[in-house]
């Protein structure tokens, strides 16, 4: 179940830390037990669709976003999203952009081996 959801609890954890919300707060405002936001970031539960929305509202994102998955149509908006990022930037600032990306990357790829070893 971790790999099917866990991008799902990493959108999650990024908006939250984001928001500057510990799990304890944002389960208050989701009216769920903080333990519940550790599995739901760990990939280790599902959310029902109440849930959800109390979620998205709290992180004020929308579910779409949440809930990506690897689709195409994701893809073009992202890579979309991307493009935007980099469309203003000079030189430098790219060639910045792209080694954080690329850092970021191995480092997500790392962790998810750590985990799946788990």
Request: aromatic share 0%; hydrophobic share 35%; charged share 35%.
């Amino acid at each position: 179940m971790k790999a099917k959801n866990s991008g799902i609890g990493d959108r999650i954890r990024a908006k939250r830390k984001e928001h500057k919300l510990s799990q304890r707060e944002l389960a208050e405002i989701v009216h769920v037990s903080p333990s519940h936001i550790s599995d739901i970031e760990n990939g280790k539960k599902t959310i029902g669709v109440d849930i959800l929305m109390r979620i998205t509202e709290a992180l004020q994102v929308s579910s779409d976003w949440l809930l990506r998955t690897n689709i195409p149509s994701v893809g073009v908006i992202e890579e979309k999203e991307l493009s935007d990022i980099l469309g203003d930037c000079d030189a430098a600032e790219r060639q910045a952009i792209t080694k954080i990306a690329r850092a970021a990357k191995t480092a997500m790829r790392e962790r998810d081996k750590a985990n799946e070893n788990r």
